[in-house]
């Protein structure tokens, strides 16, 4: 995928719990399973490792720290997650969310994680508490040395200070006549429900703010007890008649009718947002999450038409609860089964009118800014003290980079290429420099112009001169 193309990530990673999880055999989703067991023998890969230590060094500090002090498991887990973090964070858009699912298992190692990656400050915007189930805390009967878990936590953290965010929600009981008139009692000349806020008259002694010693329309301060309004504020509540003057006192309206919904703040325990064993959404899958738990993150976090991207789509939850809410999406998943049940779970929504209107693919699509497909990294090593020199001329470098690239010469820092392929406009330098642990051998090997080699030196590797180029306005 492009760079900062994605709207907004929602996702639910593996937890780091030692299980193996398997849908039931009589389910929409039979054969959904993934095993949520890590070791660093098995599991990392160099590759990632490479690309943790090539453009986010502190990552890779946190990895080993965790591995040595948490254990190897912890540590190969978050090597794992950590890659794909990083790519996540690469596909955000600078105005974009995420939040991503995790339980007490690996909560507080995932989060020094998102805080490398994203920032702490000021992208790290809260930590959601979500209720899993209102029966009691799985587990507690059968362990009494510990309390029981009968929660998981939602990371949400932005790219940048520009986002998309309404928190509010409209509460069901607000659909409902008596709960409308209990708390809105009161009735205007128009007919229009109402309640009365704030009518208590403020005492001198409280301190009224300076903005708020002024006369309005005949009416002389102090005002209602916890307004907090200029003068223009009130003159603008006063025209849309949410101020009135009954009997020469100034009384403030809240009216039914303007409602837009609450804050819910970050402690979820809505019936709502449950997924009871005998729902009919359920469709076997192992941790499957309610749909109305990931409608309230696409709400509040996109707008109709954004992108939503879930990278560990497992059932389809979030793709299913973006198409609900108009929103184009992107699942990923390793089951090979997921696709499927995005369209039987699309058709049981009766959202699914055209099976064509899906993208289904198992081969890496192509990026077009900078022309490497998504599972083909740059070639990269592990970090090596002492790396020896070649004995290769650089004319034999050039045909090796050459033969690589199917014969285009091109500079890898600016994508300059010189008239007629003539290699001579172009120097060998290393993709990861040899200062920082890289190596002189063929994998290592690339080409660049003069002002990009100058630029480069021996201590920026190849990603950081490209941000280095495109900050300074040299490339796209």
């Given amino acids: 995928m492009n760079s900062r ?7 639910d990673p593996p937890f780091n719990k030692n299980r193996d999880f398997h849908a039931t055999p009589d389910s929409l989703a039979d054969g959904g399973r993934f095993e949520d067991r890590w070791s660093w ?15 986010h060094p502190k990552v890779e500090r946190l990895i080993m720290t965790v591995k040595e002090t ?45 805080d490398t990656i994203f920032g702490r400050r000021p992208n790290f915007r809260n930590q959601i508490v979500w209720r899993r189930n209102e029966s009691g805390a799985k587990g507690s009967q059968h362990d009494p040395a510990s309390w029981g878990s009968n929660a ?14 309404e928190p509010r929600i409209i509460r069901p009981e607000m659909n409902d006549d008596a709960e409308l008139k209990r708390r809105y009692p009161k009735v205007d000349e128009r007919g229009e429900r109402y309640n009365t806020k704030m009518t208590a008259w403020r ?39 949410n101020i009135v003057i009954v009997n020469g006192k100034l009384e403030r309206r809240s009216y039914a009718k303007d409602y837009e919904g609450v804050s819910p703040g970050n402690l979820w325990t809505d019936t709502e947002l449950l997924l009871p064993a005998q729902s009919s ?43 609900r809410l108009g929103r184009q999406w992107v699942g990923m998943d390793i089951w090979a089964g997921a696709h499927k049940q995005v369209v039987k779970r699309l058709r049981l929504e009766r959202r699914l009118f055209n099976p064509s209107d899906i993208t289904y693919t198992k081969k890496p699509p192509k990026r077009t800014d900078d022309g490497r497909t998504a599972s083909q990294p740059l070639p990269l090593v592990l970090r090596a003290p002492g790396a020896k ?42 993709i990861i420099p040899l200062s920082r642990g890289g190596r002189d051998e063929p994998s290592n090997w690339t080409l660049l112009c003069g002002p990009c080699n100058k630029e480069k030196k021996d201590k920026l590797t190849i990603i950081e001169l490209r941000d280095r180029n495109v900050e300074n306005g040299w490339i796209k």
């Fill in 152 to 165: 998981d936590y939602l990371l949400f953290y932005t790219k940048g200070k520009m986002m998309t965010f």
């Fill in 281 to 323: 959404e359920r469709v076997g899958y192992p941790t499957q999450k309610p749909l109305s738990l990931y409608e309230r993150m696409i709400k509040a976090s996109s707008h109709e038409g954004d992108i939503v991207l879930d990278p560990f789509c497992g059932c389809a939850t979030t793709p299913v609860a973006a198409e």
């Fill in 389 to 430: 020199r070649s004995t290769m001329t650089r004319d034999q470098k050039v045909d090796i980079v050459a033969k690589r690239t199917k014969g285009v010469l091109e500079c890898d820092g600016c994508h300059y290429k010189p008239p007629k392929n003539d290699r001579r406009y172009l120097e060998v330098d290393h």
């Fill in 41 to 55: 023998a098995r599991d990392v890969h160099e590759g990632w490792l490479a690309e943790v230590a090539q453009t």
């Fill in 70 to 114: 948490a254990g190897e498991d912890m540590g190969a887990y978050l090597a794992w997650l950590g890659a794909r973090i990083m790519e996540m964070h690469r596909v955000l858009r600078d105005d974009g969310s995420m939040y991503i699912q995790i339980d007490h298992t690996a909560h507080a190692y995932v989060k020094a994680l998102m």
């Fill in 203 to 241: 005492s001198p002694s409280m301190g009224a703010r300076p903005n708020l010693c002024y006369s309005f329309h005949g009416i002389e301060p102090p005002y209602a007890s916890g307004w907090r309004l200029s003068r223009e504020r009130m003159e603008e509540e006063h025209a849309k008649g």
């Fill in 5 to 11: 193309t994605v709207h907004l990530i929602a996702t």
